[in-house]
């Protein structure tokens, strides 16, 4: 993490993700370090268990492809081409085997160029988000694979990429913005927790050495990482992330000081169920990575920067 | 009776469902049957044992063999039924001693040559043999991906006649190191 300069509120996004095991969309100009952001994600996360790793090594093994003895507890890390057909994404064949969810299981599913995918291969990706496995039928077979993965998405925000740039000036007329933008249906977008903009860095960034202590490397966040998953598993027994909504009142409570805040967000972003319990989420993700039990406002006022609606809307 | 019982097993997602190859040899016209659903790459099998067979010295019986795949409504794919199918056929020709065969199963591909190719899914395979507590003699090239498992007992081979002298007692193979 050390080597990619600067971003340190993208970097604080990806630490998010990897404590609360939140989906992440990143968005901005070609060349601000999206994809070697989105790389470092599996290095951030706790290496496998012993089972985990074996059910891992067992998914690659039915596709053929072995895992070196150095890399058994690893985090898999896929990134299909954008050219990918629902059926390598998902599974298939009429022995049906898995496909790039089910070998990013336990690991990072990264999705660069998203508007690229084709919009039905997007929608395939509903489910599994939900419920972690992946049910393929055929014919004469079915088979169930687990798919329980963490999605991480790229996209420049407009056809041109420069929209918002300070380099270079965005090419594009409004239509073709909102063209390129509504590509990503609301569904598929509200399923991703955390959205960030990865901007063009200042020109002293690019051509210095970054050692200030504020640039951490990855081993110093993977260690608050473990840390704050502890936390989560001992209070609850999974990620946040994966907490059914019943539950938020019992585990994520919030206190009278921070409900005028909420409710006055809920009016303002026009905040849909769903987007609501990932505020909550996420607002108790960033609790716990500073170890504190209780949400307070600091903690939604950060969550609620990370949600998608405001900026799509107004083209950021 | 000739009919010689060899344990393997098919993938099923990753599951790896138990298949029960019987071999079979009778008077008759000399050639083989394969049965039990099998697809395009087992059906080939009988050319590919019959010269691995060949190749490391043993003789291709000139009679009727009739090879099923239990459960005979379950689809068979894949190389990997090449060596069972081998084994069995030796074992009910008398050609390899069998006392000892219904410990363990096997799996892998076989050259013309007699030696053992990779598949795949042998880690799914490996996992459901340790259940069933037997050994499993498998390809060299697979060893390392299952090497994973605690406790596993399994051969690593690289040719038909390797896993013939185990069975005979000759120059067993020692079981697969433990890799974590």
Known sequence: MKDVKGQFEAKRALEIAASGGHN????????????????????????????????????????????????????????????????????????????????????????????????????????????????????????????????????????????????????????????????????????????????????????????????????????????????????????????????LKTYCSINNNVKPLLEKAIKIFKLSARAYNRVIKISRTIADINQESEITNIHINEALSYRGDIKTQHNL | MSIAIIKTRSQDGIKAPQVTIEAHISPGLPRMFIVGLPEKAVKESQDRVRSALINSNFFFPTRRITINLAPADLPKEGSRFDLPIAIGILAASGQIPDEDISEYEFAGELALSGEIRSFHGALPFALATKKSDRTLILPKQNTQEISIIPDIKALGASHLLEVCNHLAGINKISNIKPDL
Not at chain 1, 56 to 62: P, R
Not at chain 1, 219 to 232: A, C, N, P
């Open chain 1, 24 to 247: 992440l969309l990143l968005k901005g100009p070609p060349g601000t370090g999206k994809t070697m952001l989105a790389s470092r994600l599996p290095e951030l996360l706790p290496p496998l268990k012993i089972d985990q790793a074996i059910e891992v090594a067992a998914i690659h093994s039915i596709r053929g492809n072995t895992i070196k003895t150095g890399e058994f507890f690893k985090r898999p890390f896929r990134r299909p081409h954008h050219s990918a057909s629902s059926v390598s994404l998902v599974g298939g064949g009429s022995n049906p085997k898995p496909g790039e969810i089910s070998l990013s299981h336990y690991g990072v599913l990264f999705l660069d160029e998203l508007p690229e995918f084709d919009r039905k291969v997007l929608e395939v990706l509903r489910e599994p988000l939900e419920s972690g496995t992946i049910n393929i039928s055929r014919i004469n077979r079915n088979a169930q694979y687990p798919a329980n993965f963490q999605l991480i998405a790229a996209m420049n925000p407009c056809p041109c990429g420069y929209l918002g740039s300070l380099q270079k000036t965005c090419q594009c007329s409004v239509s073709q913005i909102q063209r390129y933008q509504s590509k990503l249906s609301g569904p598929l977008l509200d399923r991703i927790d955390l959205h960030i903009t990865v901007p063009d860095l200042p020109n002293s960034f690019l051509t210095n050495d970054d050692n200030s202590p504020e640039n951490l490397s990855s081993e110093i966040i993977q260690k608050r990482v473990i840390k704050s998953q502890e936390l989560q598993i001992n209070r609850q027994g999974c990620l946040n992330s994966l907490l059914p909504e019943k539950s």
